[in-house]
């Protein structure tokens, strides 16, 4: 008899819950607790002691990294596919990067102390988030490199496709002040590239709120980096 997942038992949003054994999952969800995820609030910074994991059901949360006070940049997008605070499993419970909320919803929190226990006492679980963190770190190393080598046009369109996968819409708050900050770029490379592609009609920007008109457009417009992450996501998770 197939074993049922926490797909068929609830209304999971998150991808690796809904992976797990139903038994595993209801443990792991009495012990977190549902919260909301605000936009622009801080999770942890750097350096912070991990206290607690997300797991985002609808919100999405930036992954920053700081080369001094006045500039940053996002490496990783966090929603549904994932979870904040894989380093756990390494046994490390200090946070490497910032965790910025850039799209409100919601998700499971849990226990830093309560998430090993499960873990260890959990060979599926671990397996699951054993692959997850593989996932993330090859996402981290791939913007990275991306955000060196490829047009800020291309990289606009990835990050965009990104934002609406773990948005689950496209339609989502966003302004070029923030989009600069997340891809590390002036305002005016910012304000060139949507330009562009808004004229080609792949995309929508009025007054803070960015539409995808054309996803398949905008996928093409988009570097490698979007389909090979998706990609990775799909064979390893699946």
Same mark, same amino acid.
């Given at each position: 008899?197939?074993?049922?997942?926490?797909?068929?038992?609830?209304?999971? $949003?998150?991808?690796?819950?809904?992976?797990?054994?139903?038994?595993?999952?209801?443990?792991?969800? *009495?012990?977190?607790?549902?919260?909301?995820?605000?936009?622009?609030?801080?999770?942890?910074?750097?350096?912070?002691?991990?206290?607690?994991?997300?797991?985002?059901?609808?919100?999405?949360?930036?992954?920053?990294? /700081?080369?001094?006070?006045?500039?940053? @940049?996002?490496?990783?997008?966090?929603? /549904?596919?994932?979870?904040?605070?894989? /380093?756990?499993?390494?046994?490390?419970?200090?946070?490497?990067? +910032?965790?910025?909320?850039?799209?409100?919803?919601?998700?499971?929190?849990?226990?830093?102390?309560?998430?090993? !226990?499960?873990?260890? &006492?959990?060979?599926?679980?671990?397996? #699951?988030?054993? %692959?997850?963190?593989?996932?993330?770190?090859?996402?981290?190393?791939?913007?990275?490199?991306?955000? &060196?080598?490829?047009?800020?046009?291309?990289?606009?369109?990835?990050?965009?496709?990104? =934002?609406?996968?773990? *948005?689950? /819409?496209?339609?989502? +708050?966003?302004?070029?002040?923030? @989009?600069?900050?997340?891809?590390?770029?002036?305002?005016?490379? #910012?304000?060139? *590239?949507?330009?562009?592609?808004?004229?080609? %009609?792949?995309?929508?920007?009025?007054?803070? !709120?960015? =539409?995808?008109?054309? $996803?398949?457009?905008?996928?093409?417009?988009?570097?490698?980096?979007?389909?090979? *992450?998706?990609?990775?996501?799909?064979?390893?998770?699946?």
């Amino acid at each position: 008899m197939p074993v049922r997942t926490a797909a068929a038992v609830a209304p999971l $949003g998150n991808r690796l819950l809904a992976a797990l054994p139903a038994t595993e999952c209801r443990r792991l969800m *009495a012990r977190g607790d549902t919260v909301a995820l605000t936009f622009g609030d801080v999770l942890c910074e750097t350096g912070d002691h991990i206290r607690d994991v997300y797991f985002p059901i609808e919100g999405f949360i930036s992954l920053i990294t /700081s080369v001094d006070k006045d500039s940053r @940049l996002e490496v990783g997008l966090i929603g /549904s596919e994932g979870m904040l605070g894989v /380093s756990l499993l390494l046994g490390i419970a200090v946070s490497p990067l +910032r965790a910025l909320v850039q799209g409100a919803g919601s998700a499971l929190r849990v226990d830093a102390k309560d998430f090993a !226990r499960e873990v260890k &006492r959990s060979p599926v679980f671990g397996k #699951i988030l054993h %692959k997850y963190l593989y996932v993330l770190m090859s996402q981290l190393a791939r913007m990275a490199a991306c955000s &060196r080598y490829h047009l800020v046009e291309a990289r606009l369109a990835r990050w965009l496709l990104m =934002t609406r996968d773990r *948005a689950h /819409s496209n339609d989502f +708050r966003l302004t070029q002040e923030f @989009l600069a900050y997340m891809l590390g770029v002036r305002r005016a490379g #910012i304000t060139h *590239a949507a330009s562009t592609l808004q004229k080609r %009609k792949l995309i929508h920007y009025t007054r803070g !709120r960015m =539409t995808i008109l054309d $996803g398949r457009g905008l996928e093409g417009a988009a570097c490698e980096c979007y389909a090979n *992450a998706e990609g990775m996501y799909k064979r390893l998770m699946n």
